[in-house]
Every structure is written in structure tokens, then in C-alpha cells.
């Protein structure tokens, strides 16, 4: 069994879940301040009768998006691409931002070419 097989069965990770209606997503790592759910609530584990803290949707409209911190995407597609698929939602931005800061750059040394 590999290292990271390991860590997984070792170290179950908190799924986080989207509200369908409005986009608050239930993180079980903060719980839910507004109707006094403990940090580190599984969201299997809260009330029958808990509702969005937002829009006050059921729990049936929440979808399962995954822990923090992972690759966004289907798990069936993230071996596709230029290795751009794998890296999670802060890696592309870092790479987004970083690409359009360093065009930049470049361009306004185009000014120093006299």
C-alpha cells in the first residue's frame, strides 16, 4: 500500500458541501456559527432539520464538492491536460495572475528598447 493510501485511510478527509439555491458552502472544519454547529461537524452528522444558515434551503439541495485544497474537476479528468488539470483552484490563479503580471512586465520594458 502506498504512503498516500495510507494518509487517506489514516486521516479521513471533511468533505465540504454547496448550497444549490446560493453557493454557501458548509465547511466541517468551521461548523456553523449562526445555528451553533461545532467546528469539525461532519455534515452527515448534523440535524434532520438543519437549514442553510443563508437561504435557508434543506439539507437535500446540498451537493458534495469535496475537501478544501483539492484539484477542482472531475476525478476522471485530472489526468488529462498539460499537468494544469491536477493543481487546485489557488495554484491556477498564482499561475493565472503571475503569467498576466509577468506580460505586463514585459511589455512595459518594451518603453527602454530607445
Do not use: H
Not at 437549514?51 to 469535496?66: D, L, M
Not at 478544501?68 to 495554484?91: D, R
Not at 498564482?94 to 530607445?114: D, E, K, N, R, V
Amino acid at each position: 500500500m502506498s504512503e498516500q493510501a495510507k494518509e487517506a485511510v489514516e486521516t479521513p478527509e471533511l468533505d465540504r458541501y454547496e448550497c444549490r439555491s446560493c453557493g454557501y458552502v458548509y465547511e466541517p472544519e468551521k461548523g456553523d456559527d449562526r445555528n451553533d454547529i461545532p467546528a469539525g461537524t461532519l455534515f452527515e452528522q448534523l440535524p434532520t432539520n438543519w437549514r442553510c444558515p443563508v437561504c435557508v434551503a434543506k439539507k437535500t439541495v446540498f451537493a458534495n464538492i469535496g475537501p478544501a485544497g483539492t484539484a477542482s474537476g472531475f476525478k476522471e479528468n485530472l489526468g488529462y491536460g498539460l499537468g494544469v488539470n491536477t493543481m487546485t483552484p489557488n495554484q491556477k490563479n498564482i499561475l493565472i495572475f503571475g503569467a498576466l503580471a509577468l506580460g505586463f512586465l514585459f511589455f512595459l520594458s518594451l518603453y527602454g528598447l530607445q
